[in-house]
């Protein structure tokens, strides 16, 4: 039987557009839970950013990137 609950605790909201950064009001679920607003989410892998346009941060796979490169390059 599949559920038509949604996890508050997984669940996260991100404003992109004009009024990005504007407060927004609080999203509450069917059972009474508040959803997060952030400025950030991963999403498979991918940081989504709120902003003007749609836009995605590859700050956190740079740094991934240059970790790994740290790590094989003094051997």
């Known amino acids: 039987m599949l559920s038509n609950t949604i996890d508050a605790k ?7 557009g004009a009024r990005h950064e504007t407060l927004c009001s609080k999203i509450k679920t ?9 400025d950030e989410i991963c999403y498979l ?5 709120g902003a003007m ?10 740094g991934s990137f ?3 490169a740290n790590s094989i390059l003094p051997k």
Not at 10 to 16: A, G, Y
Not at 45 to 49: D, H, N, T
Not at 53 to 62: L, R, W
């Open 30 to 38: 069917l059972d009474g839970r508040e959803l997060e607003w952030v």
């Open 10 to 16: 997984n669940v996260r909201c991100v404003r992109i």
């Open 66 to 68: 240059y970790c790994a």
């Open 53 to 62: 346009q749609f836009k995605c941060s590859i700050d956190h796979a740079k």
């Open 45 to 49: 892998g991918v940081y989504i950013v």
